[in-house]
């Protein structure tokens, strides 16, 4: 499933009021672009692009990385979707949740491979019945954000198990277009290309919002 990214339309909005923004907010949104306009030209290459929008979200939420563990990074993207949910006054992102992609978002949640702890078993840092207890524990509470559209609670966990399957690619911990994963980069894919520029639109309507400082500044390059 192929969802169409609308890269034009952010890039309106942004170039709009572009001297208007703040350094920092100009510098993530600028960042983003340009991975969300390479996500849109990779077609059906599912994992090239998952790979891209994560990318494009990562240069919205990094911040100074201060403590660079895997807790450190889930909380800092759990604080900014918090923010943007908060920020949200028009609802963008409700119906993509709970309308648009509810049944991929529920798909996602109950997959085993896209949960951390399934694997540490398997690396035998941790027992069978401890992955398959916190598998369960969260289910239970993922279930009970859906139940009270708990949108942020839904979207973090979302995120951390998208997370895990970013973290698979990245350091070659899957076959490049293997059959293996293909349902859950698609799932990711459809559900990160259509956040993405509602969440780089709830940015630009706020640039009085203090996003954070990236951790790699612009620096001139030197003749």
């Given at each position: 499933?192929?969802?169409?990214?609308?890269?034009?339309?952010?890039?309106?909005?942004?170039?709009?009021?572009?001297?208007?923004?703040p350094?920092?907010?100009?510098?993530?949104?600028?960042?983003?672009?340009?991975?969300?306009k390479?996500?849109?030209?990779?077609?059906?290459?599912?994992?090239?692009?998952?790979?891209?929008?994560w990318?494009?979200?990562?240069?919205?939420?990094?911040?100074?990385?201060?403590?660079?563990?895997?807790?450190?990074?889930?909380?800092?993207?759990?604080?900014?979707?918090?923010?943007?949910?908060?920020?949200?006054?028009?609802?963008?992102?409700?119906?993509?949740?709970?309308?648009?992609?509810?049944?991929?978002?529920?798909?996602?949640?109950?997959?085993?491979?896209?949960?951390?702890?399934?694997?540490?078993?398997?690396?035998?840092?941790?027992?069978?019945?401890?992955?398959?207890?916190?598998?369960?524990?969260?289910?239970?509470?993922?279930?009970?954000a859906?139940?009270?559209?708990?949108?942020?609670?839904?979207?973090?966990?979302?995120?951390?198990?998208?997370?895990?399957?970013?973290?698979?690619?990245?350091?070659?911990?899957?076959?490049?277009?293997?059959?293996?994963?293909?349902?859950?980069?698609?799932?990711?894919?459809?559900?990160?290309?259509?956040?993405?520029?509602?969440?780089?639109?709830?940015?630009?309507?706020?640039?009085?919002?203090?996003?954070?400082?990236p951790?790699y500044?612009?620096?001139?390059?030197?003749?």
């Amino acid at each position: 499933m192929t969802i169409s990214i609308d890269y034009q339309n952010i890039l309106s909005l942004f170039r709009a009021n572009e001297r208007g923004y703040p350094d920092e907010l100009h510098l993530r949104i600028h960042r983003s672009l340009s991975w969300l306009k390479k996500a849109e030209s990779c077609g059906e290459d599912s994992d090239i692009r998952l790979l891209t929008l994560w990318i494009a979200f990562n240069a919205v939420y990094a911040a100074e990385l201060n403590d660079g563990s895997l807790r450190a990074e889930r909380g800092r993207f759990q604080e900014f979707l918090q923010t943007v949910c908060r920020l949200d006054q028009e609802r963008q992102i409700y119906p993509l949740v709970w309308q648009t992609f509810s049944s991929n978002i529920r798909l996602l949640l109950d997959n085993r491979y896209t949960f951390q702890p399934f694997w540490d078993f398997h690396n035998g840092y941790i027992s069978e019945a401890a992955w398959l207890e916190q598998f369960e524990q969260a289910r239970t509470k993922a279930l009970k954000a859906l139940a009270n559209q708990d949108t942020d609670a839904v979207l973090f966990v979302v995120f951390d198990r998208l997370y895990t399957l970013r973290n698979q690619l990245v350091h070659g911990g899957a076959t490049y277009h293997s059959r293996a994963n293909r349902k859950q980069v698609q799932y990711g894919c459809a559900i990160l290309s259509a956040l993405v520029p509602v969440v780089l639109q709830i940015m630009l309507q706020h640039p009085d919002q203090d996003w954070g400082k990236p951790f790699y500044p612009y620096v001139s390059v030197e003749e």
